[in-house]
């Protein structure tokens, strides 16, 4: 099992729709949440992330996280076209290096 | 936000030859940075863990001879690809650590060994 699933998708949704991506992890350890997007042929960008359970927005996006359930969401409200990239989710483990474990990351597209 | 450079963005190489890939923070330092690898359709895959002065710490089955990484001063690392060969052709990306916590990613760079 891996330590952090995220349904590669595809997922297309029309323009306005509001978008929910998931994850789900397994290491009780973790403790904070991150979301990249990723548009295609270029590196990651830091959307958002968080810490404790509950939701934190910022803007259209809104982050959610159920350390109870192990699972974490990003929801993305009047979806835009502009907005189709592939999204991770990513954790870092804090000991040591800080190094970050991903989920295979959901190709999302917004269809005007 | 953060920013990270890489240079080049895109380089063609013959097989046999070294290739050098530049990564920099332009707008905060960064004791710690990263070296990914990417295949289409793919999720991103840790090959190293660079550190400012010291060796790199290389992920399991990450030949270090191979993929020679250099984090020289507090804004710049750099990956040489050495006697690259067709099977190393991919997406190499590298990100900076600000902080404790918070990585930012550079563009990416795309090998082609030909």
């Known amino acids: 099992q891996k330590e952090v699933e995220q349904d590669p998708g595809p997922l297309s949704v029309p323009e306005g729709a509001i978008v929910s991506l998931n994850c789900t992890y397994s290491n009780s350890a973790f403790q904070y949440f991150m979301w990249y997007r990723q548009y295609s042929r270029k590196g990651p960008e830091l959307l958002m992330y968080t810490y404790s359970s509950g939701n934190k927005e910022d803007g259209r996006f809104t982050a959610q996280v159920d350390k109870s359930s192990k699972y974490i969401s990003l929801f993305i409200r009047d979806s835009q076209p502009s907005d189709s990239a592939t999204y991770l989710c990513a954790m870092p483990i804090i000991q040591g290096a800080q190094k970050l474990v991903f989920g295979q990351g959901t190709r999302l597209t917004i269809n005007p | 936000g953060a920013v990270v450079s890489q240079h080049p963005s895109w380089v063609i190489c013959k097989s046999g030859t070294s290739v050098k890939i530049e990564c920099r923070s332009l707008?905060?330092?960064?004791?710690?940075m990263f070296w990914y690898r990417q295949f289409p359709k793919q999720s991103l895959m840790l090959m190293a863990t660079s550190n400012e002065g010291s060796k790199a710490t290389y992920e399991q089955g990450v030949e270090k001879d191979k993929f020679l990484i250099n984090h020289a001063s507090l804004t710049l690392s750099t990956l040489t690809v050495t006697s690259a060969h067709p099977e190393d052709s991919s997406f190499y990306i590298c990100s900076a650590l600000q902080g404790a916590l918070e990585q930012y990613f550079g563009p990416g760079t795309r090998l082609t060994v030909t």
């Open positions: 707008d905060f330092q960064a004791t710690t």
